[in-house]
Each structure stands twice: as structure tokens, then as C-alpha cells.
């Protein structure tokens, strides 16, 4: 009974109520993750090292979000082989019950005997050399730093955040390096959004000094492709 007066006390609260509601939107989550639908790529084994590593690459996407077994993960995969592929595989498990190996039954033990039968061991390093000489010429800022990204991806080059900086930096072309240089960045998106800011600056001034010129009496001459287009049009 409480006393005369005294405010009664608080209703108990279970300790994991608060846990419950967390708990069960993690469950939820699951749930819905494993009733998804999800199209395995096929693959043929083609001899192309980009065909496997791109394929290799959206089965992991799939497999992250699923928490299957690694043989199931094995199976899944295997499942989508066709042509080369589908022969190659048969081969591998065939020979590898007949020598009393035991069965490849995690993915990564999968791609480790894939990757070394579609990617060729020169793939790397023409990777590394094709990285070593990339310059931006007549990409965009954007698709330099994208191709240099992919390439490293590629090669499995690690690297500090500030090497990555220099090697993008002296590949950029030199009229958006010389702005660049006195720009601050503290990281590399920031170095690619100042340089993508030098290159509308740059291609800007090229655009003024053009119709400059033709305003001050022709004395700029546009390029063949340009040439061609005003004499259709006379």
C-alpha cells in the first residue's frame, strides 16, 4: 500500500525492452534481405582477365548481403558456369576426388583457383605499368580519376591516401595542375573537386579567347572539323 502522500513509483521497465525494438528491426531487415530476388551472372570463362574479375565482383555484391554457407556459396556459383567455364569446373572437382583432395567449399578458396586460371600472371603487371604512364590527355578530370581508381582496384595496389594524391596530381594535364597547385585540398576527393573547378575555369578562358579573336577579325582558325561545319553551312 503507498503511503499518504507519497507519489507512487515508477512502472518497472524490463532491462532489455529498449534491446527488443532494435533486435527485431535487425530480424526485419534479414528477412527482407533473404526474400530479395537476385540474378546470378553467368560466366563462360572467356579468355579475358576483365570478364572474370567484373563477374567475380557482383557475386560478391550478392553473396555480402546473404549469409550463406561457404559450399552453398561454391554451388551457387558454379551453378552459373557455362560453356568453358562449366567444362573447366568438372575438371577441377574431378580431379580433385581422384588425387583424395578435399572439395573446394569456400568462395574465396573458389576465386583463389579461378583467379589463377583466368587472370594471367602478366595481368598485374601491365597493370602497374599501364598506372605508372596514366595521364589525363583528353579525358576529363572526372574519367582520369576514374580510370587511375579502376586500374588500382585492378592491381590491388595499396597505397597511402597521400601517394594516390601525387600520382593523380602529376597525371593531370598542365594548365588545370598549375591552378590546382595553389589550391588547398586536405584529401583526394577534394584535390579531384578542384580540379574538376580548374578544368570549367580552363575550359572557360579557351572559350573567351576564341571569340575573342573572331570578334577582332577572324584571326583565330578553327579546327578542320569546325572548318568543315561553316562550309556546309555557306
Do not use: C
Not at 521497465?13 to 527485431?24: L, M
Not at 553473396?63 to 552453398?72: E, L, M, P, Q, T
Not at 584529401?187 to 573572331?214: C, F, G, P, W
Amino acid at each position: 500500500m503507498v503511503g499518504r502522500g507519497r507519489p507512487p513509483p515508477p512502472p518497472q521497465v524490463a532491462r532489455d525492452e529498449g534491446i527488443r525494438p532494435r533486435r527485431r528491426n535487425m530480424e526485419d531487415e534479414e528477412n527482407m534481405y533473404g526474400k530479395l530476388k537476385f540474378n546470378m551472372p553467368k560466366f563462360k570463362g572467356e579468355d579475358d582477365a576483365e570478364a572474370y574479375l567484373s563477374w567475380a565482383l557482383k557475386v560478391d555484391k550478392i553473396f555480402r548481403i546473404h549469409n550463406y554457407s561457404g559450399a552453398k556459396k561454391v554451388a551457387m556459383a558454379s551453378l552459373e558456369f557455362e560453356d568453358y567455364a562449366n567444362t573447366w569446373w568438372e575438371q577441377v572437382v574431378t580431379l580433385r576426388e581422384e588425387k583424395g583432395d578435399p572439395p573446394i567449399d569456400t568462395w574465396e578458396d573458389m576465386k583463389e583457383e579461378m583467379q589463377a586460371r583466368f587472370v594471367p600472371t602478366h595481368y598485374k603487371t601491365d597493370l602497374f605499368n599501364k598506372l605508372q604512364k596514366l595521364k589525363q590527355g583528353t579525358k576529363t578530370v572526372e574519367e582520369f580519376f576514374k580510370e587511375m581508381e579502376l586500374t588500382m582496384m585492378r592491381a590491388n595496389i595499396q597505397e597511402s591516401e597521400n601517394q594516390t594524391i601525387a600520382r593523380f596530381f602529376n597525371g593531370l594535364n598542365y594548365p588545370i595542375k598549375k591552378i590546382v597547385e595553389f589550391q588547398q585540398y586536405s584529401n583526394m576527393v577534394e584535390l579531384v573537386h578542384q580540379a574538376s573547378k580548374a578544368e570549367r575555369q580552363v575550359n572557360e578562358d579557351i572559350k573567351y579567347s576564341k571569340s575573342k579573336q573572331m570578334i577582332r577579325g577572324g584571326l583565330w582558325t578553327p579546327p578542320p572539323q569546325d572548318r568543315q561545319a561553316l562550309l556546309v553551312v555557306q
